[in-house]
Structures are given as C-alpha cells and as structure tokens.
C-alpha cells in the first residue's frame, strides 16, 4: 500500500512538472509575438528553424500596445513562401506577355508575307582611282523588291546600288537562295530610283500600298540588307512627310519628297521597301542623316505612288518624262512678301515670268500669282511645285489653286512634256 501512494504522488509530480513546463512555453510564446523585434529568437532556440529564422519573411513588427486580439489576428496570418511570391509574379509576367505576344503575332506575319518578294543585291563596281592608277573594283550591297510593272516582275531598287555596274556585275537573290537573272537595267539619276528588268516570271510581286495615305505616326517596317546581312528587319514609325531640300552624297537627285522614318536604316538597306501594317509597300529605303555612317534614327524613304511613276515611265520610254508647265518661280518668296501681296504665310510658289503658250501661258496662269495648290495637293515652295510637276504624266489635265489680288481663283493646264527630258 505504502508503495502505492509513492507512486501515485510520483506520477502526480510528474504532471505538473510537465502542466507547469507547457505553461511556461506558452508565455515565453506570447512574449515573443508581442515585441518580436525586441526579443528576436537565437540561433540554438526551438524557433530558429520557423517563420522567425529568415528575416525577410518576418511578420510586420506589432506594436506593445496593440491589443491581443489583433495580435492574434496577425499571428495567424499565412505568410507566403520566396518561391510562391515569384511564381504569382512569373504568372503575372507571363500574362501580359502573352497579351504583347498576340500584337507582335502581326509583325512576324507582315514579314512572312512580304519576304518572297525580297530581293538582295550585290553589285560590283569599277571606280576611277585617277591618272596614271589603276582602277578598282567595289562590292556594294543593297535590296529590292519585286513589283509588277506591264504585267511582268521587276525588281525595283535605288540607283546608286547598282549604278554604275555593268549588267553582268549585279547579282539577286530571293531569301529562298533563288538566283535571278537581270536582263536590262533602267535608272534615273534625278530621283535615284532603279527598275530592273529579269527573265523570271514565276515569282510573287509585292503588295502596293497608296504613299498619298500614309499619316505621320503610322507604324511601319523598314527590311533591306545592313551591311551586307540579307532580310534584315526592323520597326518604327512615319516621322514626317514631305522632305525636300536634302543634301545628299549625290547631288544628282533633284526631285525630292521623302518620307522620314525612325525605322533602323543602315548602309546597305538602301533599296529595300517600307512596309505598312498591312504588308504592303509604302516606299524604297534611300538615305540616312548621320554624322556616323550608321542608323542615328533619321532615315529617308521614296514614297511608293513616286519610285512607281517612275518606274513605269523607266520601262515604257527607257527615260523619265518630266512633264512642263511652263513658269519660273521666285526664290526668294518670303513672309514679307506674302503679307505684301495679302497673305497670311508663304506657302506657294510665287510665279516670276510665264513662257509664251506654254501650259500655264494658256491655263490663265499670270505673272505675280502665288500658285497655293497643284492637282488637288497643297504646294509649300517653289521646289515643291517643280517637283510635283515633274512626277506629274505628260498630257494629264491638271488643277491650280492660284491667289491673285486678294482672292483665290481656279485654272486647269494641260502639261506638255519638258524640253529637258
């Protein structure tokens, strides 16, 4: 009996030897939620391995004098694990990914359309070293593009990337590595545009658009071969229209109306199209303004309606024919003068002299007019209007806006075709 009530007082005080340790625990636990930034766990505790181990997955500290209950509320709070929170961020990420993904969709199909009709070009070129040197040979690359011209397929490019090669020096290749075959070549210095003539005519032609259209800010896309790397491609916008006065490396290109585009345009991307969202052809890559050689984000592009006429011309008469109005303009029309004759800017061509029954001699056209618009467009300066004469068919009957004693009048004029073309 004696050694009953022993063990039954021995396992009493085991129990609360044991209800006691727990009770301690608990406030040692309670104290640490309440100044966790007081009493942060050591190493060696129990804790070390918890929530409380890594600093930077710690609960916001509380403060002392919140009541329990919201300390309770925050102690139960689940905090996320490093890798949950950057799988939610990966998944965030990869949603508008996919959203951006389904936009650039459109531009991967705007080059698979247009790239059959791609053309690189290599030309080798003979250049004068000078007296009593030998000459040497250079290779130039550049692109085109195929286009439709009296039924057949041409290959349309600028004519500083194959002038001056022989016929047997310039080499095109399709990006499908098809070589084709140039039979004749035509250029035309004064606005630098080349069609070439080919033996193939199982090939695709390229989509034109209308340049006219073309807004400032429209998306495009710029391909061409960049120092001599074939099919390359690259984005932008329309920068401005109507670029003119450009000094150039040829002095040569006198007619003049560029688009300008921060499209990357490189050496070597001469000659290659500018591509709208539709993948059709809005102009032929040119030039570049650049201190360095290279893309400094001011490209000049021929709108597409223009390299066309010419084009079409090249083929049709071996030449361009410039058509003629038959006035000479003043240079010098300045906002005095303008305000002098009652207009508010200088916009226009001021007429100098008349040629004596010429198209302008018999449209009605005098001297002193200010000529505000040619067949429907608005002319800026006298530059301007010589270059849109010149781009304008022999023969067409074309409109004029003229400003003569303070009023606006209306004429028409047949063009003839100019004595110097």
């Given at each position: 009996?004696?050694?009953?009530?022993?063990?039954?007082?021995?396992?009493?005080?085991?129990?609360?030897?044991?209800?006691?340790?727990?009770?301690?625990?608990?406030?040692?636990?309670?104290?640490?939620?309440?100044?966790?930034?007081?009493?942060?766990?050591?190493?060696?505790?129990?804790?070390?391995?918890?929530?409380?181990?890594?600093?930077?997955?710690?609960?916001?500290?509380?403060?002392?004098?919140?009541?329990?209950?919201?300390?309770?509320?925050?102690?139960?709070?689940?905090?996320?694990?490093?890798?949950?929170?950057?799988a939610h961020e990966f998944k965030e990420l990869r949603a508008e990914a996919d959203a951006l993904s389904r936009q650039l969709t459109l531009v991967r199909r705007i080059v698979h359309f247009a790239s059959p009709t791609i053309v690189h070009i290599e030309a080798t070129k003979t250049a004068e070293t000078g007296k009593g040197f030998a000459s040497s040979?250079?290779?130039?690359?550049?692109?085109?593009?195929?286009?439709?011209?009296?039924?057949?397929?041409?290959?349309?490019?600028?004519?500083?990337?194959?002038?001056?090669?022989?016929?047997?020096?310039?080499?095109?290749?399709?990006?499908?590595?098809?070589?084709?075959?140039?039979?004749?070549?035509?250029?035309?210095?004064?606005?630098?545009?080349?069609?070439?003539?080919?033996?193939?005519?199982?090939?695709?032609?390229?989509?034109?658009?209308?340049?006219?259209?073309?807004?400032?800010?429209?998306?495009?896309?710029?391909?061409?071969?960049?120092?001599?790397?074939?099919?390359?491609?690259?984005?932008?916008?329309?920068?401005?229209?109507?670029?003119?006065?450009?000094?150039?490396?040829?002095?040569?290109?006198?007619?003049?109306?560029?688009?300008?585009?921060?499209?990357?345009?490189?050496?070597?991307?001469?000659?290659?199209?500018?591509?709208?969202?539709?993948?059709?052809?809005?102009?032929?890559?040119?030039?570049?303004?650049?201190?360095?050689?290279?893309?400094?984000?001011?490209?000049?592009?021929?709108?597409?309606?223009?390299?066309?006429?010419?084009?079409?011309?090249?083929?049709?008469?071996?030449?361009?024919?410039?058509?003629?109005?038959?006035?000479?303009?003043?240079?010098?029309?300045?906002?005095?003068?303008?305000?002098?004759?009652?207009?508010?800017?200088?916009?226009?061509?001021?007429?100098?002299?008349?040629?004596?029954?010429?198209?302008?001699?018999?449209?009605?056209?005098?001297?002193?007019?200010?000529?505000?618009?040619?067949?429907?467009?608005?002319?800026?300066?006298?530059?301007?209007?010589?270059?849109?004469?010149?781009?304008?068919?022999?023969?067409?009957?074309?409109?004029?806006?003229i400003f003569r004693n303070g009023q606006k009048l209306q004429a028409t004029a047949v063009l003839d075709s100019s004595p110097e073309s």
């Open positions: 009996m004696v050694r009953k009530l022993c063990l039954t007082r021995r396992l009493i005080c085991i129990a609360l030897g044991l209800l006691a340790a727990k009770l301690n625990v608990a406030t040692a636990h309670a104290q640490i939620v309440l100044r966790p930034s007081l009493d942060p766990p050591s190493a060696a505790s129990e804790y070390a391995n918890g929530d409380y181990a890594d600093s930077s997955r710690r609960q916001r500290p509380v403060s002392r004098e919140a009541p329990l209950s919201s300390v309770s509320r925050d102690y139960n709070q689940p905090v996320l694990p490093e890798s949950n929170s950057r040979r250079i290779e130039e690359a550049g692109a085109g593009v195929l286009v439709n011209v009296a039924g057949t397929p041409h290959v349309l490019t600028n004519r500083h990337v194959i002038h001056p090669a022989d016929i047997h020096s310039i080499r095109l290749e399709l990006n499908s590595g098809r070589r084709l075959q140039p039979t004749q070549v035509w250029t035309d210095p004064s606005t630098d545009v080349a069609i070439i003539q080919i033996a193939e005519r199982d090939l695709v032609t390229a989509e034109l658009g209308d340049s006219d259209a073309m807004e400032v800010g429209d998306f495009v896309l710029a391909i061409g071969s960049p120092f001599g790397l074939s099919h390359s491609v690259t984005s932008g916008i329309l920068s401005a229209k109507g670029r003119r006065n450009l000094e150039l490396g040829s002095k040569e290109i006198e007619i003049q109306n560029f688009f300008q585009t921060d499209a990357a345009i490189n050496p070597g991307n001469s000659g290659g199209p500018l591509l709208n969202y539709y993948g059709q052809i809005v102009g032929i890559n040119t030039a570049i303004a650049s201190n360095s050689g290279g893309n400094e984000g001011i490209g000049f592009t021929i709108p597409i309606n223009m390299a066309m006429v010419v084009a079409e011309q090249l083929v049709s008469s071996g030449r361009l024919q410039r058509a003629y109005l038959g006035v000479q303009l003043e240079n010098a029309f300045d906002p005095i003068t303008a305000r002098r004759l009652g207009l508010g800017t200088n916009m226009g061509a001021l007429v100098k002299s008349i040629i004596p029954n010429s198209p302008a001699d018999r449209g009605g056209v005098r001297v002193g007019d200010v000529i505000l618009e040619f067949n429907g467009s608005k002319i800026y300066n006298d530059g301007h209007l010589v270059q849109s004469v010149g781009l304008t068919p022999v023969g067409k009957s074309v409109s004029l806006v």
